[in-house]
């Protein structure tokens, strides 16, 4: 007798006002594999999820967990059924123990379940090859640690069903290739994976089958075998998609330049320290490393958004040390911010008025004394035809809009200034294959044009890709600076995780 799936969707619809998230759609996760979910932004994967953890109530169809019709009103629910669930970032409370996180919401022991909770992330930790000290503070582990915290979590609550969204997006090479051990080993024990990501190759590697949506609809259930990388893009998005790669530049001038840098962060500690850097127009210098190792504030010092403790700050012969983000962005500074709803953009204005935030100023919006409505729209009509901007109009507000729409919409209104440097932090985090490639291309064909572009990513393929060159920071010091051809996700990987120092 063949036994019955672990999971099975069967014409699952769920709407929302306007939009039709999922339609009929049908999956099925048996035991012992890894099956991929793959799909654009808004092509329906975290509706279809939230409907499988409990988080929404689908309006037509029905769920079976190992053959039996069940009801998922919430995420308890789920849990109890051996549904677990991973997040893109571990839920986790920083200052508690691995022990003592696990053992939040557990049920079964009254009083102090820790003693009895590190007995158990002992055995699944052996059982799985899950290390992890119990009796660790999590803000003190890294970024592969505190994921297989959450997946513990998970297993002791007896998950036989762990879905994973996009669960290498902060991790080095090295921790990524440990988490696919993991996967593999569940497999062994006859759990089941749905894996939510963007990364084709680790897909190859890891999936045994993969189901692609596209506008809330199945378009493709196939074994992996079966497929490649360049296929399956093309049926996420319905057309051929060509990979983004940088070609020979000429490289140029300084643009920028930071000379022995250090800052602290927002808890007053040090961020970055003794931080020297060069990118030159016409090149895209990328900055790898794990979340958390000083990116975010080595963007902000140079953006004007955080003084420096030490050091000088300069944009071709002008000064921007300790500047205010107007000075920076009046001397040519360009800034992709890495959360693109809370700072790029003003989510309840118009698409037109964000695409003018730089300009309010300006003879383009202004005649002196008064905005000019009509340059507004003429502006923004332009951009949204260039940047392909999918809006129902200019005067939508912008926080409808897909991920990926307000990323155009920030690239639009950033790049517009012809800036002479663009600071893109995570700037196709999230996006699909072909807003992805948009972004992608957009970058490279500003630094063709003269502008020097810094890249800073979590995603190693993207770094490697698109830059000249490659520095890595970790804990808030440069681990190294190193060319295009002599970069390999080995070795970048390496200085990730601080193991190695090398400079070219």
């Known amino acids: ?17 306007g939009v039709v998230a999922n339609d009929s759609v049908n999956l099925e996760l048996r035991a012992g594999e890894v ?29 079976k967990v190992a053959g039996r019709e069940v009801s998922i009103r919430s995420p308890l629910a789920a849990i109890g059924l051996g549904i677990g669930f991973v997040a893109q970032h571990p839920l ?34 052996k059982k799985y090859g899950l290390e992890v000290n119990p ?17 513990l979590k998970a297993l002791a609550r007896g998950a036989k069903v762990l879905i994973l969204d ?24 006859g759990e089941g994976v ?32 079966q497929t490649n990388p360049t296929d399956l ?106 959360d693109r709803l809370q700072m790029g953009v003003v989510g309840n204005l118009s698409v037109a008025e964000n695409l003018a935030l730089r300009g309010f ?11 000019e409505p009509a340059a507004f729209e003429s502006f923004a009509q332009k951009a949204v035809a260039e940047y392909e901007i999918a809006t129902p109009n200019t005067q939508t507000p912008v926080r409808l809009l897909s991920g990926g729409n307000i990323q155009k919409v920030i690239f639009a209104r950033e790049l517009s200034t012809n800036p002479k440097l663009i600071v893109a932090a995570h700037p196709t985090y999230g996006l699909d294959a072909g807003a992805t490639a948009q972004m992608q291309r957009l970058l490279l064909e500003r630094a063709a044009a003269g502008a020097a572009v810094l890249l800073v990513s979590e995603d190693l393929d993207e770094v490697l890709a698109l830059s000249t060159r490659v520095a890595v920071l970790f804990d808030g010091r440069l681990m190294g600076v190193v060319k295009r051809d002599a970069a390999t996700r080995e070795g970048i990987g390496l200085l990730m995780a601080g193991r190695e120092l090398v400079t070219v």
């Open 1 to 17: 007798m063949i036994a019955a799936p672990l999971v099975e969707m069967l014409g699952i619809t769920k709407s929302f006002p």
């Open 35 to 63: 099956l991929a979910l793959l799909g654009e932004n808004g092509a329906g994967k975290s509706s279809l999820m939230n409907v499988l953890y409990g988080l929404y109530r689908p309006d037509a169809g029905l769920i």
């Open 92 to 125: 986790l409370v920083r200052r508690h123990t691995v022990a003592e996180n696990i053992a939040l919401g557990m049920r079964g022991s009254f009083w102090n379940p820790v003693p009895k909770v590190r007995s158990k992330i002992f055995e699944l930790s």
């Open 135 to 151: 009796d660790a503070p999590v803000w003190s582990l890294s970024a592969g640690e505190q994921q297989r915290v959450d997946i």
């Open 166 to 189: 996009e669960p290498t997006s902060v991790l080095t090479p090295q921790e990524a290739e440990e988490l696919f051990k993991v996967l593999r080993r569940m497999k062994l024990e």
């Open 194 to 225: 749905i894996l939510i990501t963007h990364k084709l190759d680790e897909v190859m590697a890891v999936a045994d089958r993969i189901t692609v949506l596209r506008k809330g609809k199945v378009v493709g259930s196939l074994e992996t075998s």
């Open 233 to 338: 893009a093309a049926l996420m998005i319905g057309r051929q998609l060509e990979p983004v790669r940088a070609s020979a530049v000429q490289v140029g001038a300084s643009v920028l330049r930071l000379e022995n840098v250090s800052a602290l962060s927002d808890r007053g500690v040090p961020a970055i320290e003794n931080i020297s850097l060069e990118v030159c127009a016409g090149e895209v210098l990328g900055v790898a490393g794990v979340a958390g190792n000083g990116q975010r504030e080595l963007i902000e010092v140079i953006t004007g958004l955080r003084g420096v403790t030490a050091g000088l700050v300069m944009l071709e012969q002008t000064n921007l040390t300790n500047v205010n983000a107007r000075v920076a962005a009046d001397a040519g500074v360009a800034h992709i911010p890495e």
């Open 361 to 371: 100023e300006t003879p383009v919006f202004s005649n002196g004394q008064f905005l």
